[in-house]
């Protein structure tokens, strides 16, 4: 299976839910938004249908703008999401937001309807324990930005029906996308390896051993990774790296400890790019 779903549900449109809705709707799905309130789901909206706009601009589709926005549809009832195909939660990462988004979803959807999350940490299990056909979820783990990101994890419970995962592989493959199966467990591989790199990069810096653009440079340049661990915290979020990490901690010990440095920009709301400070200053670029 090589198409993506005809109709496909995101449930939360901030700068992830609205990409993954973003790479749906360019390779043909129609697309439903759901968000928490009137107030929130225009803010969806306007940052999704600006990023078609952009993408239209750019030639990046073939499709035609107006095409693009007829196919987008905000909501804020669970409700809107009857008749998906496949729903992927994107809320915050937060287990019980999580649990219950995913519940509200189940309940509307008919049996045979694929339902997602786009956790980067949470246990797959954990979130299958509150549904009733955890054989119909898996995880699809989507990176920042999407429009320009290569890489999906395919994270599967040990409930998965592996037919599922071969249509997921088919739909990330469909967005022109590479996706990776993992089982689930702590961090996956994607955020387990990339918080490992980030947290021993901050604690470098805390230690004072080099500056922030030193020691990306020395990733940059001496291992060819296309950006530094502290510039990507900083596209991340600090507050989404911090809630990996805690999690990690809890799950995997010691080594995933969150640094004292990590733990006080995070306090003093200095998360990255999207406050205009992080490791980085952000307000003029």
Not at 73 to 96: F, I, M, S
Request: hydrophobic letters at 45%; charged letters at 25%.
């Amino acid at each position: 299976m090589n198409d993506v779903p005809g109709r496909v549900g995101v449930i939360g449109g901030g700068r992830m839910g609205a990409g993954i809705a973003h790479a749906f709707v360019l390779a043909g799905a129609g697309v439903v938004v759901v968000e928490r309130d009137d107030e929130a789901a225009a803010a969806a909206s306007a940052r999704l249908l600006e990023s078609v706009r952009q993408s239209v601009e750019r030639g990046t589709t073939d499709i035609g703008y107006d095409a693009l926005a007829a196919a987008i549809e905000t909501a804020t009832d669970a409700a809107a999401l009857a008749g998906c195909h496949l729903v992927v939660e994107a809320v915050p990462e937060d287990r019980e937001l999580k649990l219950a988004a995913l519940a509200r979803a189940e309940r509307v959807l008919g049996p045979d309807a694929a339902l997602a999350t786009n956790t980067s940490s949470i246990s797959i299990d954990d979130l299958a324990s509150g549904l009733d056909r955890p054989e119909r979820f898996l995880g699809l783990h989507f990176f920042n930005p999407v429009p320009t990101s290569q890489l999906v994890e395919v994270v599967t419970g040990a409930a998965t029906d592996p037919a599922l995962v071969d249509d997921a592989r088919g739909w990330i493959t469909a967005l022109g996308k590479t996706p990776i199966v993992v089982r689930d467990s702590p961090g996956f591989a994607s955020s387990r390896l990339g918080v490992a790199l980030g947290l021993e990069a901050i604690r470098m810096l805390e230690e004072g051993v080099a500056s922030a653009a030193d020691i990306d440079a020395a990733m940059q340049l001496g291992y060819r990774h296309p950006l530094g661990p502290l510039r990507t915290t900083d596209l991340v979020g600090l507050d989404v790296r911090l809630g990996i990490a805690e999690e990690l901690h809890r799950r995997l010990g010691e080594r995933f400890a969150p640094p004292e440095l990590l733990r006080r920009l995070v306090a003093d709301g200095h998360l990255g790019r999207k406050t205009g400070r992080g490791f980085y200053e952000w307000s003029e670029q």
